[in-house]
Antibody, heavy 120, light 110 residues
């Protein structure tokens, strides 16, 4: 059974940093691209960042480019998102999601999400 | 990258069919057969309902179907059921090697 379990969310002040993690199990982690998708309270889904299975290529939404960094450890089946220079508009539930096949095509499994709140 | 355009809300009675549209550009919806549809119930993670325009993942009811014409994709749900009431999102791969979601559509089953 595929499982994705996010952790690391919490309350952080504007300008601060936070690191999210996603522990994956139930599939060959290194064979699949992964992404982070967020959802602000009462709003729609927004793709944040994606990384290929090898970890060699990373991509970001314009809204987080230069502030967020995605990485993965295929030996531990974990996906991370380092978030710096956080802003109030980064407040959201952050989901990790597994690509069904290919890269940024469709997400067949999602975690339960972790809430990040940026506020003073 | 601008969000894909979806109607804010649609509604239908049990047993009826509804269609949700998703309009993009030549750089996303029109340029790739990589449109997906997700259903999200309140407080839950999204669930993949359609991938690559018209394919259903294993376990998804055949009441759900997808199509695409030029820059507009569509999700049709036939035989509406109470459990279909949820938010629906489309997404597409883009020419910038990113992914863009639609703004979401709230489906109300009357």
């Amino acid at each position: 059974e595929v499982q994705l379990l996010e952790s690391g969310g919490g309350l952080v002040q504007p300008g601060g940093s936070l690191r999210l993690s996603c522990a994956a199990s139930g599939f060959t982690f290194r064979s699949y691209a992964m992404s982070w998708v967020r959802q602000a309270p009462g709003k729609g889904l927004e793709w944040v960042s994606g990384i290929r299975g090898s970890g060699g290529s990373t991509y970001y939404a314009d809204s987080v480019k230069g502030r967020f960094s995605i990485s993965r450890d295929n030996s531990k089946s974990t996906l991370d998102l380092q978030m710096n220079s956080l802003r109030a508009e980064d407040t959201a539930v952050y989901y990790c999601a597994k690509d069904r096949l290919g890269f940024l095509v469709s997400f067949d499994y999602w975690g339960q999400g972790t809430l990040v709140t940026v506020s003073s | 990258q601008s969000a894909l355009t979806q109607p804010a809300s649609v509604s239908g009675s049990p047993g009826q069919s509804i269609t949700i549209s998703c309009t993009g550009t030549n750089s996303d919806v029109g340029g790739y057969n990589y449109v997906s549809w997700y259903r999200q119930h309140p407080g839950k993670a999204p669930k993949l309902m359609i991938y690559e325009v018209s394919n259903r993942p294993s376990g998804v009811s055949n009441r759900f179907s997808g199509s695409k014409s030029d820059n507009t994709a569509s999700l049709t749900i036939s035989g509406l059921q109470a459990e279909d009431e949820a938010d629906y999102y489309c997404s597409s791969h883009t020419s910038s090697s990113t992914l863009v979601f639609g703004g979401g559509t709230k489906l109300t089953v009357l």
